[in-house]
């Protein structure tokens, strides 16, 4: 599985960006895809997760009210509507998807799990000025 991340930029804070993950080459498999970011100095952590089949979402407690992950299924991409940007949320953003395990099945707290995730894209840089 291919993913091309696109839509990052340079914003002020309050204001809105939509990120886009374009996945490729045996999509089939993928039972979620996820938003990762990675901050200057820190920890890459989650961001927000869909699953591919039933279109679960998931979302880190700093971002639950701001943004918004879909599933385009004509355009077979992720996206992340990120609103209300905050200077806090200047990062790379990265986009990943989960395989399908032999048990068909992935919890939460795996879904949240970097660790977890066999394919990433390249980052976007998200810059929010205050």
């Known amino acids: 599985v291919q993913l091309q991340a696109s839509g990052g930029g340079l914003v002020q804070a309050g204001g809105s960006l939509r990120l886009s993950c374009a996945a490729s080459?045996?999509?089939?498999?993928?039972?979620?895809m996820g938003w990762f970011r990675e901050a200057k100095g820190k920890e890459r952590e989650f961001v927000a997760a869909i699953t591919w089949g039933d279109l679960n979402m998931v979302y880190a407690d700093s971002v639950t009210g701001r943004f918004t992950i879909s599933r385009d299924i004509a355009k077979n991409t992720g996206d992340l509507q990120m609103n209300s940007l905050k200077p806090e949320d200047t990062a790379i953003y990265y986009c990943a998807a989960l395989r399908t395990p032999r048990g068909g099945f992935v919890n939460t707290a795996q879904v949240m799990d970097r660790w977890r995730y066999d394919y990433w894209g390249q980052g976007t840089q998200v810059t929010v000025s205050s």
């Open positions: 080459g045996g999509t089939g498999s993928v039972y979620a």
